[in-house]
């Protein structure tokens, strides 16, 4: 076998460990000595330095060759306590020599102990992991840093959406929008405002996909019954408006309402059962520059009078009443 | 090509010209917005114009301004992180050069969708080196002409590095002239 000489052992193996026949540290490469300068190795019995998890606590180097050419775990038992993954084979004449690497630890080994390239030997990938894991803490911070901007750009969208994801009708904000730009153009509107009837107990007995499922069957009704001019909205829950341009006639009014409660009242199928609900309504006009609030608030009235008058039925407020 | 290398021209041409002209830039190169999302992909074709725009406004030749950028990427506290993986490469500077020819592999590890032609790299005699990148993305030989200088500067080495029409040719003159930049493998306090 080839003998090589400490400067070749060093420069292949700069954390090698090199015990004689007895245990004892006759040889420490470079890098591992740097690791613990208060409490150097050398001179001292291998298994005092050292303290072996695997093979699990060796009483003699015997103990240790029976695990050659088997991955070792051990670490320093002095502080800094660093731990390694090694490599023990026996040597001629006896006596052991141990080969060390920080595996896993690689990078918290490197910072506490400032090691440098020139600590690795050549072909040691430990520096190329050091910057794996540079590179991609990079990266990953700028997907992180991305999708931080998506989220906000994704709230500004929700901010500004003006339809109801549930049943695609208008929400509140297209609502209140459209009535603003009408009132402000000074042209007048009817307004029916409705509410479902016994909505709660769909819910509470079939579900809340069936709650969903009336809930579409609404706005399909809404989309048939009404002119392209018209804008169905619905505010949340079981709360809808419609909003008419231009349509002030009261009477006509009543009748669009009541034939669409009339519709609402069909029964919807869902999974093998049927959806029963109904429909309140309350009406106003915005005429002039009625204020959207004021416009909204008379026919919410005119809805709880419907309400109390025994549901599923269409009340025009007292303002607009022929 | 991945925004990034689009969004470094931006960091580039913003230190150099500020926002204003950069945005009039932008434009110029017909992006609908000045800001760049590193992490998406753009047209190989909107580099190539944001470039030529560059180039117009600043009034720079083309491969002066590239050389420019290439020392930009080390020097810059911007791009300190550049800087940082770029030293990786090597322990000194001969070191560093020969690890060039690693440098699309290296990148590739990164960032999967930046993708750089082959890099060449032969070392004649000691110190004298000829780097020679391949074709796929044009201005690149200068950008790394720049790199090369200032990366010399970075591991205190006096090296001439000249772009012949083509190869870069490097030669060291002293190897240890400075101190060169501290260069820790894990990030502490200096970098």
């Known amino acids: ?322 | 090509m991945i925004g990034l290398v689009n969004s470094v021209l931006a960091a580039f041409a913003c230190d150099m010209l500020g926002e204003a002209d950069w945005a009039a830039v932008a434009a110029t190169a017909g992006l609908r917005s000045a800001r760049i999302e590193p992490m998406f992909a753009y047209d190989d074709a909107i580099t190539a114009r944001l470039l030529d725009a560059l180039t117009a406004r600043t009034g720079q030749g083309q491969a002066a301004l590239l050389e420019d950028l290439g020392t930009y990427l080390v020097c810059h506290p911007a791009t300190a992180a550049v800087r940082r993986l770029l030293r990786f490469g090597g322990t000194d500077f001969c070191d560093f050069v020969h690890s060039l020819t690693d440098l699309p592999d290296r990148v590739r590890l990164a960032l999967p969708d930046l993708v750089l032609p082959p890099i060449a790299v032969t070392e004649a005699a000691t110190g004298r080196f000829a780097v020679v990148a391949g074709a796929g993305l044009p201005g690149l030989d200068h950008v790394l002409t720049g790199l090369l200088r200032a990366m010399a500067d970075d591991y205190g080495t006096l090296a001439l590095v000249e772009h012949d029409g083509r190869a870069i040719r490097v030669s060291v003159a002293a190897a240890d002239f400075s101190q060169g930049r501290e260069f820790r493998l894990t990030q502490g306090a200096a970098g």
């Open chain 1, 1 to 322: 076998m080839t003998q090589l000489s400490p400067a070749a052992l060093t420069a292949l193996m700069p954390m090698h460990v090199l015990a004689d026949p007895s245990g004892v540290v006759v040889g420490v490469g470079p890098t591992l000595a740097r690791l613990c300068p208060a409490s150097p190795l050398q001179g001292r019995p291998l298994l005092d330095a050292l303290t072996f998890r695997r093979p699990h606590a060796p009483r003699s180097l015997t103990d240790l060759l029976d695990h050659a050419g088997k991955r070792l775990s051990c670490s320093l038992r002095d502080p800094p306590g660093t731990a390694f993954k090694g490599l023990a084979v026996p040597v001629a004449g006896g006596g052991a020599l141990i080969n060390l690497a920080f595996g896993i630890g690689a990078a918290e080994a490197v910072a506490r102990h400032g090691l440098g390239a020139a600590d690795f030997a050549a072909t040691d990938l430990t520096v190329e992991m050091l910057y794996l894991i540079e590179a991609q803490g990079l990266a990953m911070e700028e997907w992180r840093r991305l999708s931080r901007r998506l989220d906000g750009a994704l709230s500004v969208a929700e901010a500004q959406a003006l339809s109801d994801p549930l049943t695609g009708l208008a929400n509140r904000r297209a609502l209140t929008e459209a009535m603003a730009r009408l009132s402000s153009a000074g042209l007048p509107y009817g307004l029916i405002h409705m509410d479902l009837d016994r909505f709660k107990l769909v819910n509470d007995s079939l579900g809340h996909a069936a709650g969903d499922a009336v809930l579409g069957a609404v706005a399909r009704v809404l989309r048939a019954e009404l002119r392209q001019d018209d804008l169905p909205a619905r505010l949340g829950g079981d709360e809808f408006v419609l909003l008419l341009p231009g349509q002030t006639d009261v009477p006509r009014l009543s009748r669009i309402a009541d034939r669409i409660i009339a519709r609402i009242e069909e029964p919807v199928p869902f999974e093998g059962e049927v959806a029963r609900v109904s429909a309140s309504a309350g009406i106003a006009l915005g005429s002039g520059r009625a204020a959207p609030e004021a416009v909204l608030a008379q026919a919410d009235a005119a809805l709880y009078s419907s309400k109390r008058a025994g549901r599923a039925r269409a009340t025009v407020h007292p303002d607009h009443a022929a």
